[in-house]
């Protein structure tokens, strides 16, 4: 088994972290999605990453490929089977893979990709726009969904930890920390994820 992408991109590092869970096998390989080669465009149609080959078979895109582990290895499970449980883990994959990914993920083009993918210059002051205009609104969300008792959003880590950190992860990319006053159940939260064998190889 072999999954295609980049440790920076949040989606990669979301799919290594369900397998790192689920204990399965696996090997990586480098592959960027700027400039959309070939190669890429023969995994993915779309050209985008991450991309899972299991022997005859490809699997794009790092909802499906987390969904496709599941059922192939459904232990751990890293899907509730609590219908209201299952609910919240997969709004929480999605609100991590959209919204988080829109508003992180812009603060992370700007400080990692520009600077090391694309050799330009940091927009610094579009960056400072987002901490301001967008990023709390996600923390304030986050904040709201954390229990204060526990390490996970549910009873159980789920796919909706592996998103959400996976996604936290771009502030790390992009050199920033979660204000602890501010979000003190987001910060701990994410520094106990960051604790976890499998984010810290996913994170590598």
């Known amino acids: 088994m072999k999954l295609y992408g980049a440790s920076p991109s949040p989606f990669f590092r979301k799919a290594r972290v369900v397998l790192e869970e689920k204990g399965i096998p696996y090997e990586t390989e480098n592959l960027v999605p700027v400039p959309k080669t070939p190669e890429l465009l023969a995994l993915h149609p779309m050209g985008k990453i991450p991309v899972l080959r299991d022997g005859e078979t490809v699997v794009p895109d790092s909802s499906v490929i987390c969904a496709y582990l ?49 050799r330009q210059a940091t927009d610094e002051a579009r960056v400072q726009e987002l901490l301001v205009s967008a990023v709390p609104a996600v923390l304030d969300y986050l904040e709201s969904q954390i229990p204060s008792d526990r390490d996970t959003v549910l009873p159980r880590f789920s796919i909706a930890d592996a998103a959400l950190g996976a996604h936290l992860g771009n502030l790390s990319f992009a050199g920033l920390e979660i204000d602890r006053q501010r979000w003190p159940r987001t910060a701990r939260y994410y520094q106990a994820l960051l604790a976890r064998s499998s984010f810290k190889t996913a994170m590598a």
């Open 70 to 118: 599941e059922k192939k290895y459904p232990l751990p499970a890293l899907y509730p089977d609590d219908p209201p449980d299952l609910a919240k883990a997969l709004f929480l994959e999605e609100y991590a893979d959209t919204r988080m990914a829109e508003t992180l993920g812009a603060i992370f083009f700007e400080r990692f990709v520009k600077i090391h993918v694309l």
